[in-house]
C-alpha cells in the first residue's frame, strides 16, 4: 500500500517556540492531505484540510494563525505551530488522499508527537 | 460530529472471531462505511470499506445489513497484534472526503 512518513517522530520544544512537522507521501501524488490531533486516550480530531496550491480549510475551533498549513507540492505538506505553550503538546497525525484510484480514501502517516515544556 | 455508534470495549479471546458492531442510522446513499484500526501510539490503518455488498480482503470482512443502517466488522482470527481501536466511520468515497472519527471500540485480544 502507499506509504505516508511524518517528520520528527517525536519532538521537544519550549514554550513559545515554534515547531514544524512535515507529512510526506512516498510512492504518490496527494491531491489533499488532512492534519489531525490527538489527545490522549481520545479520539483523532480533524483540524484541516490541505489542498495542494491553495490555501488550507480549518476546521471550526482550530485557530488557522497557530496551526500553519503550507501545501506547496503533491507530496509534501507542513504544519508549524507557532508560539507553541504546553497545552499544544498532543499527537499531531497527517494522512493524504491521492490522485489514482486507490483502493483506500487515505493513507495515514505514523503520527508526531509534540510536548511543549 | 460522528454519524456511528460503537461500543466502548470488547474482548476476544485469540484465535476466535471478533465481531465489532457499528450503527450508522443516518447514513447517506452516496456515503461508504470505512474501518480504521489505531494501534497505540501509531496513526490509523485501513481495514476495508463497503457501500451495500458485504466485503472481504485478507485482513477482514465488512457485513452491512440490507438497510444499511448498521454494519459489521469481523476478523475472522484474532490475534494478540489485532488489540487496538477500531473506528467506523462514513464518508463519500471522492477521495477528497475528510475522515470524522468518533471514540472507536478498543478491542482487547486475550490470551
Known amino acids: 500500500g502507499a506509504v505516508v512518513s511524518q517528520h520528527p517522530s517525536r519532538v521537544i520544544c519550549k514554550s513559545g517556540t515554534s515547531v514544524k512537522i512535515e507529512c510526506r507521501s512516498l510512492d504518490f501524488q496527494a491531491t489533499t492531505m488532512f492534519w489531525y490531533r490527538q489527545f490522549p486516550k481520545k479520539s483523532l480530531m480533524l483540524m484541516a484540510t490541505s489542498n495542494e496550491g491553495s490555501k488550507a480549510t480549518y476546521e471550526q475551533g482550530v485557530e488557522k494563525d497557530k496551526f500553519l498549513i503550507n501545501h506547496a507540492s503533491l507530496t509534501l505538506s507542513t504544519l508549524t505551530v507557532t508560539s507553541a505553550h504546553p497545552e499544544d503538546s498532543s499527537f499531531y497525525i497527517c494522512?493524504?488522499?491521492?490522485?489514482?484510484?486507490?483502493?483506500?480514501?487515505?493513507?495515514f502517516g505514523p503520527g508526531t508527537r509534540l510536548l511543549v515544556l | 460530529d460522528a454519524k456511528t455508534t460503537q461500543p466502548t470495549s470488547m474482548d476476544c479471546a485469540e484465535g476466535r472471531a471478533a465481531n465489532l458492531p457499528c450503527n450508522h442510522s443516518t447514513i447517506s446513499g452516496n456515503e461508504y462505511v470505512y474501518w480504521y484500526r489505531q494501534i497505540h501510539s501509531q496513526g490509523p490503518q485501513y481495514i476495508i470499506h463497503?457501500?451495500?455488498n458485504n466485503e472481504t480482503n485478507e485482513m477482514a470482512s465488512l457485513i452491512i445489513t440490507e438497510d444499511r443502517k448498521s454494519s459489521t466488522l469481523i476478523l475472522p482470527h484474532a490475534t494478540l497484534r489485532d488489540t487496538a481501536v477500531y473506528y467506523c466511520i462514513v464518508s463519500p468515497d471522492n477521495q477528497g472526503g475528510k475522515l470524522i472519527f468518533g471514540q472507536g471500540t478498543e478491542l482487547s485480544v486475550k490470551p
Open positions: 494522512s493524504a488522499a491521492g490522485l489514482a484510484e486507490l483502493q483506500e480514501t487515505q493513507y
Open positions: 463497503g457501500l451495500k
